[in-house]
Every structure is written in C-alpha cells, then in structure tokens.
C-alpha cells in the first residue's frame, strides 16, 4: 500500500496501525514528499470513515517514528523519506507475507476474563446509570461523584489523597499532559533519563518543551547527576519526569532510598516531580512512590488500561495541594473532563473486587510469561516478574534496524531503544509479553531468541 491519497478500502484493523503503515509506505514510495502536510484529522477521518481518535493515533505513531512532525496550529508535515516503512515498530510485511506476531505494543494480557467483566459491569451499569453520566457538563459533578473510587485506587498506589487533590483524564497521556502544561512553558526542560516514554517525546515537541537525559546507574537516575543539570540550565529546567516502577523501557524498579534521594535532590534544585507508574497496583510490593517523599511538588499520574483493560481509558493524576486549581484547569482547557462513562465502568470494576480480580489474572499470566521469556532470552533480557516487556542490550556497534529487518523477516515485530531515546545510549530492543497469545509469543521468541542472543553478544548464533 503506497499510494495515495487512501481509500476506506485501504484501512484494517487494528484501523490506526493500518493508517499509519499506509503513510509511512506513502512516504517511503515517494507519494508523500518531505514539506507534505497530512490532511487534517477530521477531513482524514471522515474521508476513511474511521474515528477523530484512530486518526491522532496514527499520526502520533508516525510523529514517535519521526517520519511527521506535528506543529501546533499548523498541522501535522511529512519529515523523511527514506526507510519510511522501516521505521515503524511494526510492519505489515515479513519473510512469509503473513502479518507478524506483534511484541512491540505494551499491552495486557488479552484476558477472556476482560470480556466477561466489560459485559457484566455494562449490564450492571445500565441497570442504574445517573443523569450525570448522560447529561453532565461539569467536571467538577462527575468527579465528586468517582472521586472515592479514584482515591480507593490511588491508595492501592501507596498514596493517600483526598478526592480534591485527584484529577480524572481519558489515560495516562492526557494526565502526563496536563502536568507538563503546568509546570513548564516552551523552551525551559524537563529532565528525564537516557530513555523514557515514548510518549514524553511527542508531548514535549507539541509543547514546545525540551528534553534533557540525566546519566544513571543500575537502580536508576543519579540524585547529583539531576541536581548538577539543574544548576546548569540557570532556571530553565522546572521539572523531572520518572518511570521508576517497571514501566520504562529498561524495565526498571527504583529501589525506595533511590527514589527518596531524587525526591530530595528535586526539592534542593526546585524541581517539580512528574512520576509516571502507568500500570499502578500491578507490579506487587512497590517501594512507596517518589511522590510521597515530596507531596508539595509531586505530580504522579496512573492509569487501568495497562493493568486492566487497554479499552478502560481513565487516568488518575495526584497533584500537589499548591497546584490542584492550575492543573484542574490546564485539563479543562484540553479535555474537559474524563468520559463519565469510562468513569462509571471503572468505579463499578472498583467497587465490586472485579478490578482486584482481573488485576490477580494478570499478574499470574504475566509471571508465566517472564519465566518462558528468561528461559528463551536469558538473563540479560532485563526485566521484572509481572512486567509487560523486556528491555534487551545489545553489543557494541549492534545494528538495531538490522536486527529489526531480520526478525521481521521471521514474522516476529520488535521495537527498536531509538524509539526512546533523548540522549545517546547504547543500542537495544524492546520485547513485549502481553499483545499476543501465549502460544504465538512462544512461537515468536523461538524465531528470534538465536537473533536476539548472537545481537546481545550471548554465545550462540542465529538458527
């Protein structure tokens, strides 16, 4: 698919990978020439016949690729050209033609369990649905309403808020957001590490914000490293964004004296804390989060569709008390308020032990998972027990594009470190354990575990 413009014919699902992959494939063909600007996302949704959603999806997939820049007020432009397809995390093409097995999506398990409580929790819900959920234009109704349910689920967290101090979003993404749009203006820096979320990269360019990685070491950031990048930047840098409980490409947890030193650090240098622990409660016997070391400029924000269901799309951010109002009303200016509805489904899988449950199912799975994928990786795929992915070096001068194209040609789709990456850092893949079934993943670790450990330096070579 290289041509363009596309057709609705054209799109399959999932419909946002298909957008993406057919751009990208424009672009690479020729079709699309760097300066090109996309059409908007509605004309391009309602041309396709796909949702405003898929749309920014899609292009945001191609923004993270660095295939389109995206500028606010002005639309979203063609970048490169060449290797455009080859970009993506994911492909369409591999040896066989057949569409690869996908570990390049962070995802939980596909549960059968998910689709029981969806069905259950709907029933349940439009037995008894309020006139809030269907005809609320107040934020501030629906969350005094779910604000106990957020609190209950922050608790889990190791956080004890009020419901005042909570913020409801539509997912982790628009929490994240909403913290940057108040602790940062364009041009000042936001510290983070070598490698981050690959969704800080686009925020921060739409944000026009800049990104600075600080140095570290087996349990994570340095404290003096972030305190002497502070004194350095003469004010411009105001926060520091953190992944310390496994949801980071290096799959890290932050051990607790590491995570109170940062928070210490930040408060010397003036820092705000932005942590982003997207799968919560998942991970067991967390060390408290590094917001609770410092609550009056800590931001930490949360979410259940990495730990429960990718379709419940509701975040939590946990604001500090001094910038409740402000980043309440930074929300408002871009999103309004989360989806009463999602709202309600959540509350329901709360309240009733369902989310307890689910929460049980995959944390079993997912420690199945890591143990076949410590047997057919090694050790030197780092990760933890109920992680989502491993995160695998590999040796000096290793090609990730090249090991990239030959898993591809094994039907197996992979994601390259470059993916995110704010400052040089040796080259790496990213495996992920939830987006397939079990019986592909092992399929698809066969296929590329001799690639993977001949990458890595490990004795043996490819089959």
């Not at 405003?52 to 292009?59: E, K, W």
């Not at 997912?366 to 990760?383: F, K």
């Not at 080259?427 to 890595?456: F, K, M």
Request: aromatic residues 4%; hydrophobic residues 45%; contains cysteine.
């Amino acid at each position: 698919m290289s041509h363009w413009p596309l057709s609705p014919q054209d799109i399959s699902r999932p419909a946002y990978r298909s957008l993406a992959q057919g751009i990208a494939a424009a672009i690479g063909s020729g079709r699309l020439r760097p300066g090109d600007r996309l059409p908007p996302h509605r004309n391009m949704a309602w041309r396709l016949g796909v949702s405003v959603q898929t749309v920014s999806r899609a292009y945001e997939e191609l923004i993270r690729a660095d295939l389109v820049s995206g500028e606010v007020g002005r639309g979203s432009f063609v970048k490169h050209a060449a290797s455009a397809a080859g970009a993506m995390p994911w492909h369409s093409g591999g040896g066989s033609g057949r569409a690869p097995i996908d570990l390049s999506l962070m995802t939980p398990v596909r549960l059968p369990e998910i689709a029981d409580a969806w069905t259950a929790s709907l029933e349940r819900v439009a037995r008894d649905l309020p006139e809030e959920a269907m005809h609320s234009f107040e934020p501030d109704a629906m969350s005094a309403r779910h604000g106990e349910a957020a609190a209950t689920w922050l608790a889990r967290c190791g956080l004890d808020l009020p419901p005042a101090r909570i913020l409801m979003t539509n997912g982790v993404t628009p929490a994240m957001s909403a913290a940057l749009l108040s602790v940062a203006g364009p041009g000042e820096v936001i510290a983070t590490d070598p490698v981050t979320s690959h969704s800080l990269m686009p925020a921060a360019r739409n944000l026009h914000l800049r990104l600075q990685g600080i140095p570290g070491d087996g349990a994570g950031m340095l404290p003096e490293a972030l305190e002497a990048a502070a004194a350095a930047s003469a004010g411009q840098m105001k926060a520091v964004f953190l992944l310390p409980s496994g949801a980071g490409p290096e799959a890290r947890i932050m051990p607790a004296a590491r995570r109170e030193a940062l928070a210490m650090a930040a408060r010397r240098a003036g820092l705000w804390i932005i942590e982003s622990d997207p799968a919560g409660p998942l991970v067991p016997d967390l060390p408290l989060p590094v917001a609770r070391f410092a609550p009056e400029r800590g931001f930490y924000l949360t979410g259940l569709t990495k730990c429960l269901s990718p379709g419940l799309r509701l975040g939590f951010l946990a604001m500090p008390e001094a910038m409740a109002d402000c980043t309440a009303g930074r929300h408002l200016s871009m999103a309004w308020m989360a989806t009463p509805l999602m709202a309600e489904i959540a509350a329901d899988w709360i309240a009733s032990g369902t989310a307890e449950a689910l929460m049980a199912l995959q944390r079993a799975e997912l420690a199945r998972r890591n143990r076949l994928a410590v047997r057919m990786l090694g050790a030197g795929a780092s990760g933890h027990a109920h992680g989502m992915h491993r995160w695998l070096p590999l040796a000096d001068g290793a090609s990730e594009d090249a090991l990239l194209d030959r898993a591809l040609q094994r039907d197996v789709a992979l994601t390259p470190g470059a993916a995110f990456a704010v400052s040089p850092r040796p080259p790496a893949v990213r495996i992920c354990l939830g987006s397939s079934t079990a019986g592909d993943l092992e399929d698809a670790l066969s296929r590329v575990a001799p690639l993977l450990r001949a990458a890595s330096g490990v004795a043996g070579s490819p089959a």
